[in-house]
């Protein structure tokens, strides 16, 4: 009605974390999977793996809409969910998330 998005919205009335929590639901709401691609991505991406988020993630998703999350990775970031986590996770629980993805 007002002929700007959400998102515009959300950007002048809102800032902090009240914005962030109200885009991350917007992007959740719009794509489940799309939303959880992003934050693999985000979670994998630099030097340092936040390792908490990652397993968080395919632990929680595992049962759920895992498979959807992989082929949506696949899509955005031209690179499987396996291979990233192979090249960017070395410590002992590697195997565990691999056989979770893999299911």
């Known amino acids: 009605l ?4 959400m998102n515009d919205f959300i950007e002048a009335e809102f800032h902090g974390d ?3 929590a109200l885009k991350s639901s917007i992007k959740c709401a719009y794509s489940v999977p799309g939303f959880f691609a992003e934050r693999l991505h985000k979670a994998m991406e630099g030097i340092a793996t936040n390792d908490e988020a990652l397993i968080r993630i395919i632990v929680s998703r595992s049962e759920i ?3 959807d999350i992989k082929t949506e990775f696949e899509a955005r970031y031209h ?4 291979s990233k986590i192979k090249s ?3 410590r002992q629980f590697k195997p ?3 056989a979770l993805v893999w299911g």
Request: hydrophobic share 40%; net charge negative; charged share 25%.
């Open 18 to 20: 009240a914005a962030s």
């Open 96 to 98: 565990l998330l691999l």
């Open 2 to 5: 007002t002929g700007e998005t």
């Open 79 to 82: 690179r499987s969910l396996e």
């Open 88 to 90: 960017h996770i070395s």
């Open 65 to 67: 809409d895992l498979e």
